[in-house]
């Protein structure tokens, strides 16, 4: 399978504790997206990456969040200090530059915070 | 501030019936306009987007789109509906200046077909 991969796919953590997210996009495409869905909504964008620099976050973002691309391939996504609403699906996609506006979503990987 | 609505939570139709899904934007400029369709346990998939050009655009699994810029509307269609069809429907809007992939999307609509 060649689309864009998320790991993990569930996590259920408790208040308080560290998350990390992996995603690993579409090998050619040198654009990757960071969105959040809560329930009965659509995603929210929180952050995006050309290459290894991240070029725009989100408001949503706070400074619990972080986004590295290192090597501008695969992303993660870490939480510190997870806090009850942080409980969504957080959807990783990637794009080439050359034709933005289509992205390529992968599954998401669920957030869980009791 | 860039905003799009879908006015229709949950849509029923018929197996073979036609179908319209509603979306209404607020965008300063010429928009960027996309619809996505994410059925359970996949990733949000493209049906279509309209860039410039002609209002009406075509898509994959039969659907297309008419973009009306004097009623800010961007609505998907599809003559003849399928049970496949049925998921959860996406309008969205590429926000900001030029086509950087940062979408504000719909809360989504629910599309269930009866047989």
């Known amino acids: 399978d060649t689309g864009v991969s998320q790991d993990p796919r569930h996590k259920i953590t408790k208040r308080g504790q560290n998350v990390t997210f992996r995603c690993d996009p579409i090998?050619?495409?040198?654009?990757l997206y960071w969105y959040r869905q809560t329930l009965g909504q659509g995603p929210e964008f929180l952050t995006y990456?050309?290459?290894?620099?991240?070029?725009?976050k989100s408001r949503l973002l706070s400074d619990r969040f972080s986004a590295e691309r290192p090597k501008g391939s695969f992303s993660t996504l870490e939480i510190q200090r997870t806090e009850q609403g942080d409980s969504a699906m957080y959807l990783c996609a990637s794009s080439l530059s050359v034709n933005t506006g289509e992205l390529f979503f992968g599954e998401g990987s669920r957030l869980t915070v009791l | 501030a860039q905003s799009v609505t879908q006015p229709d939570i949950h849509i029923t139709v018929s197996e073979g019936a036609s179908l319209e899904l509603r979306c209404n934007y607020s965008?300063?400029?010429?928009?960027?306009l996309f619809w996505y369709v994410q059925s359970p346990g996949q990733g949000l998939q493209l049906l279509l987007k309209y860039f410039s050009g002609d209002t009406l655009v075509q898509g994959i699994k039969g659907f297309e789109a008419e973009f009306k810029r004097s009623q800010s509307s961007f609505n998907l269609r599809k003559p003849s509906v399928h049970w496949s069809d049925a998921a959860e429907y996406f309008c969205a809007v590429g926000a900001g200046s030029g086509n950087t992939g940062k979408l504000i999307f719909g809360q989504g609509t629910t599309l269930q077909v009866k047989p």
């Open positions: 965008y300063g400029a010429t928009p960027y």
């Open positions: 990456f050309q290459n290894e620099a991240q070029l725009e």
């Open positions: 090998s050619e495409h040198n654009r």
